[in-house]
């Protein structure tokens, strides 16, 4: 369960979008191509390493559930007034979340 209601289906849903090889995984080469022109590939493979949580070279379903909802919960930390030490990362996967995300509503439409 991620822990935000945000990041619910959010996983699955970006699996679909960025699984171009069909394997129910996002490698690295697939992340950085949904990518690129929009997110440095230095931070994307910071992103990817601090997304694959039991470290086996891919992102799941449940690995993109916790990176949406982390980049949620810093970007309400950041509207309130928190400092977030992972900010600047955090504008990254925001960048990226909202390459999949056109219209802003919360919801991968693309």
């Known amino acids: 369960q991620p822990p935000c209601p945000q990041g619910e289906h959010v996983g699955e849903e970006m ?15 697939e992340l ?4 690129a022109g929009d997110v440095r590939q ?23 559930e916790y990176s ?3 980049s949620v919960m810093a970007m309400r930390g ?4 928190f400092e977030d030490p992972f900010d600047y990362e955090a504008r990254e996967v925001a960048a990226l979340h909202a390459k999949v995300d056109s219209n802003g509503d919360g919801q991968v439409d693309r």
């Open 15 to 29: 699996v679909r979008m960025m699984d171009w090889d069909g394997d129910g995984r996002v490698d690295l080469s």
């Open 32 to 35: 950085l191509a949904a990518g």
């Open 42 to 64: 230095d931070c994307l493979e910071r992103i990817f390493a601090a997304s694959d949580l039991d470290g086996d070279g891919a992102l799941d379903e449940r690995d993109l």
């Open 68 to 70: 949406a909802c982390v």
């Open 78 to 81: 950041r509207a309130k007034g």
